[in-house]
Structures are given as C-alpha cells and as structure tokens.
C-alpha cells in the first residue's frame, strides 16, 4: 500500500527512535540487545508482504475489522456539523488494543518466542493480550496493579479465562505505571523466550514506532471511509482520546498529510502533554508529569486507560511541531459525553474515548469547531468495562 | 584521570579487591551513619542511591528502600547537603535514574555532584547509546561516569561501554533486577572474563552477590564486589550502623582471603 | 437478492402464520388490529427496496455488518474438523438481537409509531431495543422479571444510561416468560403509538416470520463467506443455539435448500423441542415446556437468553419434518465449552451460544460428526454479560 | 339453543339487565361459597376462573388470584369437581386460557365442562380466527362458547365475531386487561353499540366495570355487565363470602334501578 510505505519512510524514526527530541532508548544495558532484537524482526517483517498477508487475514476474519465508520445523525444535526465516528468498539474484545497486539503477536511468533509478557492498566490491554497469545497458542503474563486489579476485577477474570497468568503489582502507587515497570524488568529476566508486548505508543525504540504501525490501520481505513462518506473527501478534524497515544497515533497516520486538524484530547488530571515536562520514564524520553525534583506524579482521570503520567513521544514531537494539537477535558465533561452519546446514538462508548466525544461538544459550542465542520472521531473501545464505574457514580 | 578511578585502580594496584557497598540516600534520619560503618568496614568506595519513584532496574529490597525514602520526603539536594557534610575516606558513586539526572539539566546536576564531594555516578537506564551529553557533563566536572554491562551484551557493544565507562566497569552479574539471590549467578563470570581483556579498568561485579562467599567467589574473576540489597534488607529490618557494620566486614575479610 | 426471495416465497409462513400446526395468532382479540398492522406494514416494507437500502446502511456502517466469519484454527486442529464460527458476538450490542431490533424499529417508525416495547431475559434485547429507540430517536420501555434485574444488573443499567424504562415485572417467576406476558399486556394499552418489539422467533404472526426475516442477515452472510472459506461451498453441518430460536433461525434461512445438516441445541432444562409438548403461550402455538396440568413449567438453564419454556414455531416443525435437528446440552458441557473456546481461540463467548460449541464437542468424541467434517457454528453475542455468572462458579 | 344462550336470552328478554360476576376458581378452600353468594345477591350466570400460569389479558388483581389458587395445589379437575357437587340456579361459564383448553384436547375438555354442569366458555387468548376446532366441540358438547369483541376490532369482524358467538357477546370495554378502575372506559359504549346493531345476541361489558354506578352506566348501552376485579380485589384482602354478597347486591340494585 501506498501510504503504508510513504509513512514508514517519512515518518519513521530517525537514528535511535527520535521524534525531535523525544524518544529513544533508554532501557537498561540488560535489555538493548532484546530491543535490538525487535526492531530488527520489525523491520523484516513490516517489509514482508507475507507477514502483512498474515496479520491483515486476521484483522479481517478474527478482529473483525474494516470496523464501521458511523455518522453520529442525531449529534450531528444537533450540533450542525458533520461528525463520523470511527467505531474501535467494534473490534474484538472491545477496543483498539487488538491491533496492535495481533501486530505483535505474530511478530513474536515469528521470533520464535512462546510467551508475551504485558502491563495493563484498566485491564483492556491485558485481556487482548491474553486473546492473541490464546489464538496463537502462546502463553501471557499480564503484570496489573493491585489497585487496578481491585477496580477492574472483570477483566482480570477475563485475561484468566483467556488462559493468561495475571501478576498483581504492589509497588509504588499500584496503578499502570508500577505494572510497566515491572513488565520491564521481568522482560530483563525473561529475554530468551519472552517477548514484551507494548501496549501503547511507549517505551523503547522502536516500540512507539512499530506499535503506531499497527494502529495506523484505524487511520488508513477512516481515510478511505472518510472518502465515500464525505464530499470533502477529509474531514476538518480528526480527533481521538490520548492515554499513552495509540488510537491517536494510528487514527492521526492516515491524515497527517492531509489538511485536516489533528486533535488529540487527555484527560485533565492525566494530561503529560499540557502539564508534563519533558523527562525520561519506561525507556523513553517524552512529556512526563512529575514533580518539581522529577518523581513521576501518577495521573488521575475516572478513565484506567489514561491514567498515565507519560505520553507517546510523536505526540510530544507533534505537539511541538504544531502538527498535532492536544487539549484536555474534565471528567465530569466525560461523564456528560457519555451519556449524550449514549442518548442519541444509542453507543455505549468507553471513558476513555468519551473524552473525544467531550472536546468535539465543548469545541462546538465556543466556536473552535465552526458550525458546517466535518469531524472524525475515533471512538477507541466500548463502555461495558465502565459501567460499574458509572453506576456508583450515579 | 578523576579522584574515583585513581582510586580504584591504586587499590587493584595493591593487590586488594575492591568492595563497594550501597545505601539508599534518606533512608532514615540517621542514614549517613550506615556510610561511617561501611567506611570502617573495609568499604573502598561507597555508592549511594538517589531514591527515584519508578526504579525500573531494581528489585523488590531497593524498590521499598526508595519508597520509603522517598516518602520521608528525601530530595537529591537532601542526599547531597548530608553528604557535603562529611569528609569521607573513601570515593562517593551515586546511582540514580535518567530522569532525575536530567531534571534540571546533566551539567547542574553533575556540578551539584562535585560540590557535595561525590566522584562518580551510575545510571542504569541510560545506556551508552544515550549517554553522549552526560558523558561530557560528568567529564567536566570531573565525575566519572561508571557504565554498565550486561551478559547479553555483544562483544562490540562491550568494546564501545569499557571504551566510554570511567572510574570502574559495572558488571551486571545476571540478567534480572538487583535482588538477593541464594547462588552467586554464573551469567556474571564470562562478562566480567570479557570485559578484563577489553579493558584495564577496574571490573566489578554486582546484583546479587548477597553473602561472603559470593563476594569471595566473584573477586576470583573480578575486581571487586558491588553489594546492594543484602545490606538494603537489613536496614529495612531494621538493622543499626553496627549490624551493616559487621555484616560487610564478614565480606571484607572473605575478600581479603582471596587476595592473599 | 435471490435468496431472499426465494425464502420469503418459498417458507413464508401460510395462512394464519402456520409453520405446519405450530404459530399462528393467538392473542386477545383486542391485539388483532396491532397485529395486522405490523403484518401489512412488513409485507410492504419487506417489498420495498427502500426499506431494505435504509436496513442495509444500518446494519453495515452502524452495527457492523458483515460480522466477520472466523476459522477455529486451532479447535479445528484439535477435533480433525474444520470450524467456522459467524461472529454475531462482534456486532453492535454484542449479539444477534441488533439485527432483529433495527429492522423492527426502522418498521416502526414507518408505521409512525414513537415508542417500542420489548421484554427481556437476559438483557441482550432490552439493550439492542433500547439502542435501537436512541439512534432513532424513539423512546423505549422495556419489561423485565424482577429475578432477572437482580442477576444482570449492569445491562439494567445500560438500558437505562441508553434512556430507556425498564420496568420490573413481579409476577409469577418474575423471569423473561413473565416480561413477555406483561409485554403483551402493555402492548393492548398502548398500540396508538407503542410497537411490540419482539426479542425473538415467537409470539403471534407475523413476529416469528418477521424476525427470521430479520435475521436471515446472518445465514445469508455465512452462505456467502462459507463460499470462499470452504472447498465443499457448503458446510455439512450448520449449529446454533436455540432459546426462541432467532439466531438459529437466522442461520438456517441462509442453509435451509443446502445438504447441510441444521443442528439446534437446547439447553438441557429449557428444551422445548426435546421435552415440550404442543401447546399455546404467548401468542402461538408450539412445543412448550408444561406439567401434566397444562400449566407452564419455568426453563432452568445457567444461560439466562435460553430460559424461555417454549420456542419459535419455525423450530418445532423443522424438528417434525425432520429437516432440523435438536439436541440438548447441559450446564456443566456449557461452562466446559467457554472455557476451551476462550483458551483455545481467545473469543470469550456468551452462554447461550456455548451451547452450540459444546454440542460440537461432544458430536466429535461420539462420532456424529465425522472427522473431516465442515462445521459453521454461529457465535450469537459475546461473552461480557456473563462473567460474573462465570465468577461465581469458579 | 344451549342453556346459557337460553337464559340469556330470556333473562333480556324480562327487561332484566344481567349480572355476571366472576370468581377465580380454587382461589381458597370454600371457594365454592362465593359461588352462593354470588347467586344470592342476585347473579345472573357466573364466571369461573380456571387458573392458568400466564395469565396474559389479566391484570395484577386477576394475575394474584390465579397465583394464589396454583400455589394451594388448584387444578382444572379439581375445580371442575367441586362444581359438579353444586346445583346452581344460573348457568355457569368458566373463562381460562387456549392452553389449559387444548392440552388433552379441546373435545375432553368440553366434555369435562358438560359433566361438571358448566354450560359455557370464554378462551380470551383464541380469536374468532383461530376458534373453529373449539367451537365445535363446544357445540357438540353443549357448551357455548363465548367471544369477545374489542374496541380495536373493525366492523368486518365484529361481523363474524358476533355471528360465531353464542351465549352472549363479551364487549371488552377498553384496550387493557382486566382490573379495577376509577371510571367506566369510555371505549365500552361504541362497542357494544355496534355489536347491539349486529346481532340480537345479548351483548355483555365486562373489563373495568368496578363500581354500581359504572355497572348502571354500562347496563345503559348493553344488557348486562361482568365484574371481575372488585370482586376479587375483596376476595385477596380476606373478604368472606358475606361482604362479596353485600358487594354484589349494591351492582344488582343499580342494575335494577336503570331497568325501572
Ligand atoms: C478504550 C481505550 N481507549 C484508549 C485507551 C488509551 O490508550 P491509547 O492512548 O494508547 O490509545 C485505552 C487504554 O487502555 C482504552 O482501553
Ligand atoms: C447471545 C444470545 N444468544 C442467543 C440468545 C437466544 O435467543 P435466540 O434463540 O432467539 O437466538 C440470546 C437471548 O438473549 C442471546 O443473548
């Protein structure tokens, strides 16, 4: 494809996985030789249009995708613009997370490796790491903070079914960025057979690279969707919720040379790019929230999934540049966009995306989406992971 | 050449195998004590962890040991006022984390180093790929800079790491976090073996020699010991100056065995 | 399309809404009128390309349609079959039940009706109908068994956060077959502007012909897909599970003028078919579990979409034609089936449609399905709802 | 002419308006007294539930005595035997569902109806469409089986309906279950209008008809009315036989009343 190949040449990395400044690799001397290891399958494989055949089969058969791109009809008119929601939710197991970990999957397997160790926070992460180490007869550790553990016992029931071993993590704030320690330094000791699947655009070089690749699938199918659906052919905006930045990141590859605004929206308690200062954590250099003797503050938004105090380091690099732009909304604005959706749609969205959903209504009403706009949105998972949440809120 | 491998490589010089002891900065009130008790354990040079929130190389004993240094509300400026206080015998290496290096920029964090009369430092998530503008900080202002290896290391990567390192050679015994372990890990011997005929630095073991005998064993390939969480744990217990005083003197005198 | 008509010619139930002597119309006189409307409202609709260009956009760009056909690559190795499974449990909502609700509430709609009035079980319809009324801007109440509320809280929940009533039905066994009577009952007060939304293959003509016709998306997808999948075109065996039989119905339309055998499974305490005897509830005649007395007896399956005592009337006399067949499975070969489909192909499917896998697994071990058979399987809805019933038995 | 259709018939004929209360059959255990009472207080036939599991026309009050009845053990024989030991004065018409009817087939079940004295029938889940098989096994044993007309029903059915009913028409007075109400349906008027010009068969409203004055209203455009829920309403909260008498006879005196 086309644009598959001009991405990876234009937008690949450069040197040691740097976008502008941020990036890297900056993992224990332990762990350079695995990392080495993956870029170079990496790049074999993403060269390989077998591989492509492979993944892009079970995309297809398995993760049911092209997902949906659905007019949001009612919100539209209510609003008086034009708003496209490209439907994650539909995926299998709920989110986008499948992509990019089917992606991996096979990738390890092509290495010869027979396990995928992973870190997970709201558990999203975890159970679709557990379902392709199921598919391909791998084995899954899912390393999860107690504290998350305790929020989100489904899904660790979940990944437990799948077949994967759950390791609860009791250090530091028991939340995801204590797991993603620790899925690193049990990587450190599990090199051989082991294989660390990444599950945002993070970590080392070349992961926020290859995992973006892996998402960019949800940018490449909303373009050509965009094209039939819409008579600009692109949409004004392309929008999408930024935890660690990998729907965004994928959903951003398919229009970052088209016209089109790109808007990544964080969580107000969460947001690295907005109040983080540039630092090094997890192995890479980016916009990290931390304090003024640079420990790691953690995130707190209602959303697991972006309660994380780093950031993807192309949105860093994006953000800088003035590609990408990145705002934030409150978690009561979630709430309320949530139920909107839910109310005229008739979609149950995830937190997470929810916030997208929350900036497109605050952006129309003080005028930065302006009235006639046409608005892709990435509606990166389905709500059934938040409905407990949400009924102890209400 | 700086005070911290002028210092190491005299005492290889003499015949005597290095032993490093380590302490979390801040770990208690008190904690410079635990420094004195190394000193008259036999230490030749002390390291010291600055307590970083997300400790990614390090085991559960040195992850609590941060935690709760970190909770009494330890500061790298805290660590290095106590620190300027003493007049130590022996060279200070601090450990830390990327993050907390580069918080304020490598060169003020390196002057601050200097000035609180500490020789060297240790990062272990900066690997050399990464570690050009520290490099040049710590060089001016006379830091050595200690790189690390590691078994899975390739023999060019060892080259350019023994080429770059100062002060000594860290050879990561195993391919794990620090943490005691029951058996001295195999891994570290072929490492520390490469490593000698690359380079005439000083080479010294760590992660997981946690008893005398282990230390004993790794000086018969190395230049010495790094011992961390074996002592980390006794604080953590709640071990006085005296208790980590005696427990390392167990290590020096099985060292100095081996050099006779 | 052909096969559309040909079904709708060809099995479009006689007269009164017979499928042999089972259906018909056995409502209050005072439903009469209601269900001659919805009759000739469908008939036309059904015969209007239109209404089907309106119905196809839905299913495709908003429930995601086509749901993809998965090979069981690795159950398939296992058992020396090849196994397809129809991903209904990828549609919108999670089940089958979406296909059904948006065609009848697109009908409503044309007939100018505002509000729809469903029963539910488990919850699945409940939560397809009021996701239906939100996109369509309806309004929805939705009846329920009081038992039912306490045991699936979270989709009482999501039928409410979508703006619909539930409202709690405490008569008799307070479960689905009490939500139905109470269903009806609503629907005789309310048939100005309140349109019967049926969750299944039941009630009085023309619903079990309407819904199958609802439905037929499935076989008529699977038929196709079974085509490039498949050597044989055909597979020699098609399953499904049956509560009132829409999935199965559904999937059977596409396969009926096939060699492939159709294969129904029941749940062991709610098997109609298997244990029932003819009788009349809810509007039409079938095979109904009841006592010697004639009194309806209360289904008793840990699947709570199958826990109904009767079945659509379309089943029963494909069983006495022998056209279809109809086994049953029981609760602990249920739990056994989820566990093995999650660990050996990563899809964590519902209850009710285990039933189907499991079926599969024991006609391998016993020879009813020959090694080297061809098997499609549809995989009704996701297994989500379910995990806490999962939890507590584990 | 079967004997229901003649009492109607002749009933209407004394300038009589006619009174039919109902009862749930079994609903406790000298169920058969409200029976007396019914027909002391001047009842004209009787309606007899036979309870069934899902009871889908009915409404809470009507659902809660078939309830209760089931779970004491109640069965269509059961009822049946115990009305085979009364001689009442006024015909008896037992109401149940399709289900109860057909299940040993709708032959033994009149013929059940006959031999326990029962002289009529109303399935109210069997539409005139659906009825030919049962209503000639009525016919052959005797019974007559009443249908029902609803406010929804156009006038072509009304037709059939009223040419297929025997006994009486029962006009369901409004679209909605059975149970109590605050005031007469207004629907009921219409109806039972149009049937009055369709047939000369006498035309009953039942459905809400749960006060005297709503029972004179409604005797004013029909012959006579069914009062089910009040009743039973009394009958749930522990009403004996007496105060179900006095209940009913206030009906019969405001009947009376209108037919001066
Ligand atoms: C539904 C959903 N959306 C978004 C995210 C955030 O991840 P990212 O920013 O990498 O897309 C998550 C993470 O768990 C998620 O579950
Ligand atoms: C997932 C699922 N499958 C199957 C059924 C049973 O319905 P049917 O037999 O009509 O397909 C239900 C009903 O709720 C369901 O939720």
Redesign the interface.
Known sequence: MDTRSLAVDVRAPSG?GRFGEYG???????????CEEVEHAFRDAWADPLFHGQLDRLL?????RP?????A??LSAELGITLLLK?ED???T?SHKINNVLGQALLAKRMGKQRLIAETGAGQHGVAT??????L?MSATVFMGERDIERQ??NV??MR???AEVVPVG??SRTL??AC?EA??HW??S?EDGYYCLGSVMGPHPYPWLVREFQRVIGDEARTQCATELRTATPDFVVACVGGGSNAAGTFAGFVDTPARLIGVEPEGGAAINSGL??????FRTK?L?DE????SEAHSIAAGLDYPGVGPEHAYLADLGRAEYFTVSDAEVLDA??RL???????CALESAHAVAWVLRAVEDGEIPAGSTVLLTLSGRG?KD??T??ELS | MNALETRTRETRQKGRKLLAPYVTGGITDDWTDYLRAYQDAGADLIEIGLP?????????TV??AS?RA?SRGT???GILADLAKLDPAVPLVTMT????V???GADSFCAALREAGVSGLIV???????VAPLSEAAARHGIDLV????????PD?LRV?AGHSRGFVYA?S????TGEKRDLPESGRALARSLTELTDLPVLVGFGVSRPDHAAEAARYADGVIVGSALMRKVLDGGRAEDLRAELADMRTALDAIAD
Chains 1, 3 share one sequence.
């Open positions: 040691l890297g690799r900056f993992v224990p001397e332990s762990l350079i030789a695995a297809a058969v398995y993760a049911g997902t949906a791109l659905t007019p009809w009612r439907r539909l995926a299998h709920g557990a379902t392709a180490a199921a598919l007869g016992e489904l029931f979940r079914m799948l077949g250090s530091g960025k204590d320690s690193l330094r450190v000791s090199v540039p630092g090094i954590l997890h192995g990290v931390q003797h640079g420990q790691i949530v139920r839910a109310k005229a749609e008739g979609i149950l059934d409905m407990h949400l009924m | 970083f929130s997300d400790p990614t190389l390090d085991g559960p992850q609590q935690d970190l500061t790298v400026d984390y990327a993050n907390l580069l918080r304020n272990p998530d900066m690997p050399v790929d990464e790189l690390l290896a590691a078994p899975s290391t390739t990567r790491i990561v195993l391919m794990g976090t």
